[in-house]
C-alpha cells in the first residue's frame, strides 16, 4: 500500500519560514501530479501549489510569490518552501498525490502537518 507522509509543520512567528516535506512510500508505484492543500478552522480545503512530474507549477493567488513547491523524484518526496509567513497561513497542509500502480489510478492524501503563525 502507498502512503503519503508529510513533515515540517510548526509553530513561527509573522515574517517566518517553514518547509514542509511529503514523502511516498511502498513499491512499485509512479508518482503523477502532486500537490499542496490547507484547511483553515472553519473554512474547506484550498489548494495552495501543484507540480507535475515534468517540474510545471501552478499557484494559489493568495501565495503571491512567497511559496515555492518542488520535488524530487528520485527521492519520491515533495517539498513546499513557506516564506514571508502571515496568520492567515495558520492551517493544516495536506499532501496530495496521484499515484499509478499496477491496479490503480489513485489519488491519495496525507494525514496533514500543522502550521501557526503567531501575529
Known amino acids: 500500500q502507498v502512503q503519503l507522509v508529510e513533515s515540517g509543520g510548526g509553530l513561527v512567528q509573522t515574517g517566518g519560514s517553514l518547509r514542509l516535506s511529503c514523502a511516498a512510500s511502498g513499491s512499485s508505484f509512479t508518482i503523477n501530479t502532486m500537490g499542496w492543500y490547507r484547511q483553515a478552522p472553519g473554512k474547506q480545503r484550498e489548494l495552495v501549489a501543484t507540480?507535475?512530474?515534468?517540474?510545471?507549477?501552478n499557484y494559489a493567488d493568495f501565495v503571491a510569490g512567497r511559496f515555492s513547491i518542488s520535488r524530487d523524484n528520485a527521492k519520491n518526496t515533495m517539498y513546499l518552501q513557506m516564506d514571508s509567513l502571515k496568520p492567515a497561513d495558520t492551517a493544516v497542509y495536506y499532501c496530495?498525490?496521484?499515484?499509478?500502480?499496477?491496479?490503480?489510478?489513485?489519488?491519495?492524501w496525507g494525514k496533514g502537518t500543522l502550521v501557526r503563525v503567531s501575529s
Open positions: 507540480i507535475s512530474r515534468g517540474g510545471s507549477t
Open positions: 496530495n498525490a496521484g499515484i499509478i500502480t499496477a491496479v490503480s489510478y489513485t489519488d491519495y
